[in-house]
């Protein structure tokens, strides 16, 4: 059993005083412990948690007054109710009590019913005052949480689960520092796509959070709400038995340990049971947890929200690349397998996350521009005149036109401009060079020509990947090593096979 039985320091240098008040609090249900000084009393404060002090003021050495002042004049002790017992009457004495610190008096020789009814009330104050300080406790908790999962937080890479890991952590790690605080989670996340529940126990052990999965069919033993509707209950030791959730408690007790109180939120999506608070749970405990809850609930909202929308965008992106293939001889899956290549090389030259997603998904729009090329340019199986050439160039200056000026899609803009661009300055539109071409023009133009030779066209055959591989390492009068940053040349060459492997994989 985890409510413990309350403890009261007695501090008096007569012995028989001493064993005058342990008979009394002992039968009382305290736990009680003696000492003979002030030095001795200290050095118990200072090593266990004590509920209240009854303290002798006439000892040799160091007097109550003293053992009090310091007392109070520590921070960490000075909500410790102190109850001074004197068979002085004097009134000074008993201010001088007072100045130092001193919450109740006690007259010599005692009176037992009145000792218990002093005891009894300081302690419970003390009660309520930690309550208030966990409770202003709590809520600068619960704004740090806020803070920084607002901070942390990425709408598109969202993980429910290692929110509430945060949670749990925190409100696991503060157990160790207050033994008023659950000592256990169950949590149970509905994973609603596959409708299946994942279960896991948190405790905190030899200074550890240990974490293990529990009985994955724990929400059968749930009176789990309907689709939107939340459950917020608090259970104590005398609720339990008769609680509906009965066969849920025994399944913790037979991985675990004795249940003495729980706090739990119920809903569809996600179950949480903070089990083991140090203290009879009331609904304060509810809400604490439930406002922990609902942050996390509310981001998981906001980011199915953000990522539905990121969705749109990519299957629009694909949309427009798709547009411009009608006319092109570049059908099938090139645009995708050319985004691939990208990916890898960027990549390959330790671009940062959202660089990779960004030129895997703009790469396809490289030949948007392809819409405004009249497709018997597009088609014509031989040589184009030279009027042709300046006419397909252009394609590259469309592109970036129907892309326009968007900051979400200046990577795409920049591939459409700049993808036919040579390192030597021997490409078009601009003759750019080295690196005035952007990085990613310099990665795209690499993957689209390896993807081109891979295909048949109407003026060349099919390459194999060993054939296309040598024309861009070596050149063959056409492509020239030249034409490329040696940086990507290194990049692609170090990546052959997964080329090829994309190559494989989505060959239309
Ligand atoms: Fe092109
Ligand atoms: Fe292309």
């Not at 696991?172 to 949590?187: A, T």
């Not at 060349?460 to 492509?479: M, N, Q």
């Amino acid at each position: 059993m985890k409510l413990k039985r309350k403890k009261v320091l007695c501090v008096d240098d007569e012995p028989i005083n001493l064993q005058l008040l342990e008979a009394v609090l002992k039968p009382n249900g305290y736990d009680v412990i003696l000492t003979r000084n002030g030095s001795e009393a200290l050095e118990v404060i200072r090593r266990e948690p004590i509920d209240i002090l009854l303290l002798d003021v006439m000892m040799p050495d160091m007097d109550g007054y003293e053992v009090c002042r310091i007392i109070k004049g520590d921070e960490k002790f000075r909500n410790i109710p102190i109850v001074m017992i004197t068979a002085l009457t004097e009134k000074d004495d008993r201010i001088k009590g007072i100045e130092a610190g001193a919450e109740e008096f006690l007259s010599k020789p005692f009176n037992f019913s009145e000792v218990l009814a002093r005891v009894k009330m300081l302690i419970k104050m003390k009660e309520l005052n930690d309550r208030l300080h966990m409770a202003y406790k709590d809520i600068v908790n619960l704004t740090k949480y806020g803070g920084m999962a607002i901070q942390y937080f990425n709408p598109v890479n969202f993980n429910l689960k290692n929110s509430i890991d945060s949670i749990i952590n925190q409100a696991i790690r503060q157990q160790e520092k207050n033994d008023e605080r659950p000592e256990l989670f169950v949590v149970g996340i509905n994973d609603e796509k596959k409708n299946s529940w994942h279960w896991t126990m948190y405790r905190f052990l030899d200074r550890h959070i240990k974490e293990q999965e529990f009985d994955a069919k724990s929400h059968e033993l749930l009176p789990i709400p309907e689709s939107g509707m939340t459950h917020l209950a608090v259970l104590n030791a005398k609720d339990m038995k008769k609680s509906e959730m009965a066969h849920f408690f025994d399944k913790i007790r037979e991985t675990s340990r004795a249940i003495d109180n729980a706090v739990l939120y119920l809903s569809s999506k996600l179950c949480i049971f903070a089990l083991n608070y140090g203290h009879d749970v009331s609904d304060y405990d509810a809400s604490v947890l439930n406002n922990f809850v609902v942050q996390s609930l509310f981001l998981k909202h906001l980011s199915s929200q953000v990522q539905e929308t990121e969705d749109a965008f990519e299957y629009l992106v694909y949309s427009l690349a798709r547009a411009a293939e009608i006319n092109d001889e570049d059908t099938g899956n090139h645009i995708i397998r050319v985004g691939r290549y990208c990916e890898v090389i960027a990549e390959y030259l330790g671009m940062d996350d959202k660089f990779i997603h960004t030129i895997k998904l703009q790469a396809t729009l490289h030949d948007v521009g392809k819409i405004h090329t009249p497709p018997e340019i597009l088609k014509k199986p031989g040589k184009l005149t030279s009027d042709e050439w300046v006419e397909m160039k252009k394609h590259t200056i469309y592109g970036a036109k129907i892309i326009g000026d968007h900051y979400r899609l200046g990577m795409a803009a920049n591939i459409a401009r700049t993808h036919h661009e040579k390192w030597d300055g021997s490409g078009y539109p601009h003759g750019l060079s080295g690196e005035e071409i952007p990085i990613e023009g310099r990665i795209i133009s690499i993957a689209d020509i390896y993807d081109a030779l891979r295909n048949a066209r109407v003026y060349k055959p099919a390459f194999d990947a060993e054939t296309t591989s040598k024309i861009i390492l070596e050149g063959d009068g056409r492509v020239l090593p030249s034409h490329f940053d040696a940086r990507i040349i290194k990049a692609f060459k170090e990546n052959l096979s997964r080329f090829g492997e994309i190559y494989e994989e989505l060959r239309g």
